[in-house]
């Protein structure tokens, strides 16, 4: 068995011009792909390192740009992506184990191949180095890779923000926090959907949510709402307090479960306003 530990540089919508709009089958868009492949002992065996060419957000996202210093001149000279992704399979082999710093690479590889149409890789063995090392250090927050890399004295050689600079740091924090006795090889596919259909139900029921106010927890009648992405936003006024009530419902994940989480704050009577015509401008676009 092998351990393909991997890192993407994706670009993103940006809007350079009123008429442009992002697509929403497809949040991030890959434009690098970096791994390192070890073997059961955590050695180096190859890496692998590609500029994919961006077909939806050609043009490079300001913010992506400065901070991986790659431009629209480098990556219209990339690879197309699903020529990339057979290459990247290929390499992968057969009874490889994909591993990356977090969630967000893993998630964005498989978008990517959903949109793309590519289905020949498998997402049925993953391992979150991100969590070995928040558990290694008794972490309650999600750290970056540049603090992990600080916090265990790693040198820092190359710079981050490069798929394979930071595929060799996150294999440099495997090597030092990985315990063989433990099996933290998750079936990250079937646990996904299984995510995503807790969020889905959640969905279902977030805008049942009620709005009491903070000071007398008197239920008040909404005056407007809408829901955006995660998030349901309403707003009332209580009469007894004489007060502008906003309230935020969103989902959470925490200690492996996902909940409502709800809030309700007093409103100033001028910020009313912007909520209401954000409200209103939702209505009116469905």
Known sequence: ??????????????????????NPELKNEIIQIGAVKLNEALETISSFDLIIKPVIYRRMNPYVKRKTHINTSRVVQGTPFL???????????DDSVLCSWGHDDILALRDNCLFFGYKMLAFDKFINIQQIYMKYGSLSNQPSLESAVEGLEIEVSNPFHDALSDAFYTVDIFRKVYDFSCDVIINWEKEQKENEE???????????????CPQCDRLIQKNGEFTKAKKYFAYGCCLECNIQIRHISRIAHRDGEYSIVSNNTIYKSDEIGPLAKTAQELTNSE
């Open 83 to 93: 020529k990339a992704i057979e290459s990247f399979h290929s390499w992968v082999g």
């Open 1 to 22: 068995m092998n351990y393909i530990v991997f890192d993407l540089e994706f670009n993103m919508f940006f809007k350079f011009k009123e008429s442009d709009l992002a």
């Open 198 to 212: 807790k969020i889905e139900a959640l969905k279902q029921m977030i805008d049942k949510a009620t709005i009491r």
